[in-house]
């Protein structure tokens, strides 16, 4: 019955992006036999695709940077609802993340001094992007994935956990997490792996909708499977659009224009070629940011004088201007609107410090950046929103089970600032390594592996072949990314989300009807998305009803039908659990920043 | 805009297939990824293909196309005339698994080949200082996306299955490369490159410089120089008086260092016989006491530095063990496929 491939380890991380590879490193280190499970190839993870480059306060172009600053900005940018804990931990630590990085072979562009270079990006008061052009996460998953390789950790590559397994034939629920269950991409057979720990490093979700940033790896698996497990997950209802998506020709819609562009002095302008982040700049932010455009183009060179420009403005500000451009019908021809580099740098420096971006617009877009202006709109990039975890150990509520990098919830508040995700992910990833292998040491007994879950997990998965239904898994998942596009988007309204729910509802009873055809179980990517479908379905529901519960608009979530800003909300944070099937969102107070911290908010910058 | 674009897509397994011939609609813009996957989700559901970023940043989707090695999602459709038709192959040089999904592990197993970043000292504050200029030949070789489309073109392992054990190819060349000129490198990484990995075989075709998508110069500013070196290193009195001429077991850098059970698992090669998991017991882990089998690595020492240049021919063993556990290459594919990658090459060389 269950007698699959097995492997017995003491910590089994989900996930080779930068906080999987970071977190299997530490565990490694710590003395716990570790392995590496991943859907796609090693090196292939959403980390390879970061460009802009990693926050860290090391001070190299700005002396003046410290971490409050870096604590202080990332708060704010947050709107006051990140884990406090978890953004002091990450101020502090990322600078020694950064080099540890460098010690393991990675080759950062430097300062005149010999440093590490620091660039400008949106919501950092200081220049503080560590980076290699424009591909800063080929850099960082490359050194990771060295290090990993060259330390000997067991990888297992396009491997798909599609369950965690507890000891009592509950899933994880109520008990302790015992292991995971995966399929081979390959060969279709399934292996049950028997650990006491689970590293949940998995990343996002942006796969449930139609224009995204985001590849096929990111159905919400981790997010899924931790709730399925008896998890909470935090603050769904925060997805961060990124302003500056392509929006031409359609087949690249969505993919990623990098907030360096902005940073390198790049300026937004509508149809009139009005640089039109000037009329949107919020109450919040009016003390910081320029309301001119001389003094927004001094800032560059001098920031000690001059306040920043608004199109640096954090990223929802800038994404919900940019959707209002377009609605008052000031946009460009294929409905974005100008992001315009070649009239302010030139021609060298632009290819020099934006390559990929050069690269991608000649080759993709026939257009020629260093001549022309980019047409931009917002894509979805990120969920702030993820797995409830302690802010020291990375600890979800299940027993064993951990959760690191954009799958986890709490660090970013309602809005993330460009740069803290890879930041975030070595900071957490090494703290989620220690921990799981210390809770594996400190183990009195090993859990067991529930053979009936290994057994219902087994049945699940191949499920789509018995099925006599006639669904179409990708025109399943097709439908649920034009609803989430259109009714859980970028600004939302109550009816709306309520639509969503019902639409979902049905989705997911046509999800059960899906059949896969063609030639069995090896390499069978319909079989695969029918599978990804579960997780999708369950984080899109998640995001919903979140969303629809949070009568406010803030960070990553703007409610049409509530404008405003609600300190009542800026009180709690919502918390989701599942029970057979069934949602429940509840609201939870959040964690109490200490007086020192909160005297770092009182100063006037 | 659209038009219905003629595909012919080579689907099959490793016991073999062929080519299919399909119609698609597609649109103005489009790539040859967009096709595939419009293909996948009404026509073909189970067409196995690989992808990630689709934009030419995570190296997944590499094929060959009308014979060319290339990244799909960097293939606009408007580079053939909407009449011709667009024949998509998997890799040649790597076993298929399924369609277009070809077994890379070789790529793997060679990368753990070479030792590690060896630096001076620890880096815990900051400390190193490396100048940009210093940095970027090095950063150039980092580009790499390791789609492996210069493995896959190189002709000493293309249709030699024989020579992959000896040989790394141009990926992992610049790998060598880029730590060789890395600034605060400590190893000597010439004669690794030179007897461990089959530098000799190259010769300087450029074949691979040709299809990198990155538009790293692999050959001129990575073979060339380190094969320069190499000669060098042989002439040098200090390496000749330091008795690197004596043939030495290859020193491992870290428990992967090219030997041993791979780390990089793949599907049936766990535990056949079941530990029965009640047995499990108190963790392995429940002391302190480390339950990883190999040794930590230790800091190569400058005394490391010198050794491990000092390699031998008996150091291959462990390279060889790799080679068994790879299929051999697919001939499969058959000759369609290499007529149009020679049809592809012979244009190539005539246009030089
Ligand atoms: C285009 C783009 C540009 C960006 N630029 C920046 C930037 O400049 N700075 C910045 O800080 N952030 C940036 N981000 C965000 C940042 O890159 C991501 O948030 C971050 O890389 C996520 O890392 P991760 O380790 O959490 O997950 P990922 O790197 O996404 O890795 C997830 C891993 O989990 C695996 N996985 C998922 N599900 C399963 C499963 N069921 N079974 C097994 N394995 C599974 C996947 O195979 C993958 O290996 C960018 C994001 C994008 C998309
Ligand atoms: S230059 Fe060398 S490595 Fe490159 S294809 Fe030719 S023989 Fe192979
Ligand atoms: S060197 Fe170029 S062709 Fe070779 S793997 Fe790297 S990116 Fe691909
Ligand atoms: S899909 Fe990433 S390179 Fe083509």
Not at chain 1, 53 to 61: E, K, L, P, Q, Y
Not at chain 1, 165 to 177: F, I
Not at chain 2, 276 to 293: I, K, R, Y
């Amino acid at each position: 019955m269950t007698d699959f491939e097995s492997h017995d380890y003491d910590v089994v991380v989900v996930g080779a992006g930068g906080s999987g590879l970071r977190a299997a490193i530490a565990a490694h280190e710590a003395g716990a036999r570790t392995a590496i499970v991943c859907k796609s190839l090693l090196g292939k993870a959403h980390t390879v695709m970061a460009e802009g480059g990693i926050a860290a306060a090391m001070g190299n172009v700005w002396p003046e940077d410290n971490w409050q600053v870096h604590f202080r900005d990332t708060m704010r940018g947050g709107k006051m609802l990140n884990n406090w804990r978890m953004a002091q931990l990450h101020a502090q630590e990322a600078p020694s993340r950064v080099w540890e990085l460098e010690e393991w072979g990675a080759l950062f562009d430097r300062t005149k001094e010999g440093k590490i270079s620091q660039r400008d990006f949106g919501g950092h008061r200081y220049a503080r992007l560590a980076h290699v052009g424009d591909r800063t996460g080929l850099e960082m998953i490359r050194t990771l994935q060295q290090r990993a390789v060259d330390l000997g950790i067991d990888v297992f590559m396009e491997c798909t956990i599609t369950r965690l397994l507890g000891e009592s034939g509950s899933g994880g629920r109520g008990d302790r997490v015992s292991g995971a269950f995966a399929y081979w991409r390959e060969t279709g057979s399934f292996i049950t792996f028997r650990a006491p720990a689970i590293i949940l490093a998995t990343g996002g979700i942006g796969r449930s909708f139609t224009v995204t940033s985001n590849s096929w790896e990111y159905s919400g698996d981790g997010h899924a499977m931790a709730l399925w497990a008896g998890a909470s997950l935090l603050n769904m209802e925060f997805v961060q659009f990124h302003p500056t998506g392509m929006v031409w020709p359609p087949s690249v819609k969505g993919l990623l224009i990098t907030e360096s562009v902005r940073g390198e002095g790049g300026v937004l302008r509508n149809s009139d070629g009005k640089r039109f982040m000037f009329d949107y700049i919020p109450e919040f932010f009016k003390a910081e940011t320029a309301d001119n455009e001389a003094e927004a183009d001094a800032w560059y060179d001098d920031h000690k004088n001059n306040r920043r420009p608004p199109e640096l403005l954090p990223r929802d500000e800038v994404a919900r201007a940019i959707n209002s451009e377009i609605k008052a019908g000031r946009g460009s021809p294929h409905g974005g609107v100008f992001l315009d580099i070649a009239t302010r740098r030139s021609a060298e420096d632009i290819k020099r410090r934006l390559p990929s971006m050069y690269h991608q617009f000649k080759e993709l877009g026939d257009v020629d950046i260093t001549k022309d202006p980019m047409e931009v709109a917002p894509t979805c990039h990120y969920v702030m929103g993820g797995i409830e975890v302690d802010a020291d150990t990375e600890a979800a509520t299940v027993s064993g089970l951990y959760a690191v990098g954009e799958v986890s919830g709490g660090m970013h508040g309602s809005n993330r600032l460009g740069g803290n995700s890879l930041s975030d992910l070595l900071v957490f990833g090494k703290r989620a390594g220690e921990s799981a292998a210390g809770y594996v040491a400190a183990l009195p007994s090993r859990p067991a592996v529930a053979a009936a879950d290994v057994q219902a997990a087994a049945d699940e998965a191949l499920a789509p072949f018995a099925n006599p239904g006639a669904e179409n898994p990708y025109a399943v998942m097709k439908d649920l990314q034009e609803h989430m596009q259109s009714l859980v988007g970028i600004i939302r309204k109550g009816d709306e989300l309520e639509i969503a729910l019902k639409e979902i509802e049905r989705l997911k009873e046509r999800a059960r009807n899906v059949s896969v055809k063609g030639s069995g179980r090896s390499y069978n990517p319909g079989w695969h998305t029918a599978l990804d479908l579960r997780a999708m379905l369950t984080v899109s529901e998640c995001i919903a009803r979140a969303a629809l519960t949070r009568t406010e608009s803030r960070g990553g979530h703007t409610r049409d039908d509530y404008p405003a800003t609600d300190p009542e909300w800026g009180k709690v944070n919502l918390v989701i659990t599942e029970r057979r099937g069934v949602l429940q969102v509840d609201r939870k107070p959040l964690p109490q920043m200490p007086d020192d911290l909160k005297a770092l908010f009182e100063e006037t910058h | 805009m659209g038009h219905q674009q003629s595909m012919r897509v080579w689907r099959g397994d490793a016991s073999g297939g062929d080519f299919r011939s399909y119609s698609v609609p597609v649109e103005e813009g489009e790539v040859v990824l967009d096709a595939i996957h419009r293909l996948q989700a009404e026509q073909a559901p189970d067409l196995a293909v690989r992808w990630n970023c689709k934009a030419g940043k995570c190296g997944s989707c590499s094929a060959e196309i009308n014979g060319k090695p290339a990244l799909m999602c960097m293939t606009r459709l408007s580079t053939f005339e909407p009449t011709e038709t667009v024949t998509v192959t998997p890799m040649r040089a790597f076993p298929v698994i399924r369609d277009l999904v070809t077994d890379v592990t070789f790529n793997y197993e060679k990368a753990r080949e070479v030792p590690a970043f060896a630096p001076p000292h620890s880096n815990a504050d900051g400390s190193f200082r490396m100048q940009q200029v210093d940095v970027e030949r090095g950063q150039e070789f980092r580009k790499c996306i390791e789609c492996f489309l210069c493995q896959n073109t190189c002709h000493v392992i293309r249709d030699h299955e024989e020579n992959k054990p000896a040989f790394a190819g141009p990926r992992f060349f610049i790998r060598y490369a880029e730590l060789d000129m890395h600034p605060l490198d400590t190893l000597d990484r010439r004669r690794m490159a030179q007897e461990d990995e089959g530098l000799g075989y190259c010769n300087i075709t450029k074949c691979c410089s040709e299809v990198c998508p990155e538009g790293i110069h692999i050959t001129d500013n990575g073979i060339i120089p380190l094969k320069e070196r190499v000669v060098d290193t042989k002439y040098d009195p200090v390496f000749i008086s330091l008795g690197i001429g004596r043939r030495k077991q290859r020193r491992l850098v870290g428990p992967g260092g090219g030997s041993g059970p791979s780390p990089i698992k793949r599907p049936g090669q766990g535990q056949s016989s079941l530990r029965s998991a009640a047995s499990a017991g108190p963790a392995s882990g429940a002391t302190a006491t480390p339950t990883f089998a190999p040794a930590p690595p230790r800091a190569p020492t400058a005394v490391d530095k010198v050794a491990s240049t000092a390699s031998s021919a008996a150091s291959k063993v462990g390279t060889a063990a790799n080679a068994e556990s790879m299929k051999t290459a697919m001939p499969a594919i058959g000759a369609a496929v290499g007529v149009g990658f020679l049809a592809w090459a012979i244009r190539k060389t005539r246009k030089k």
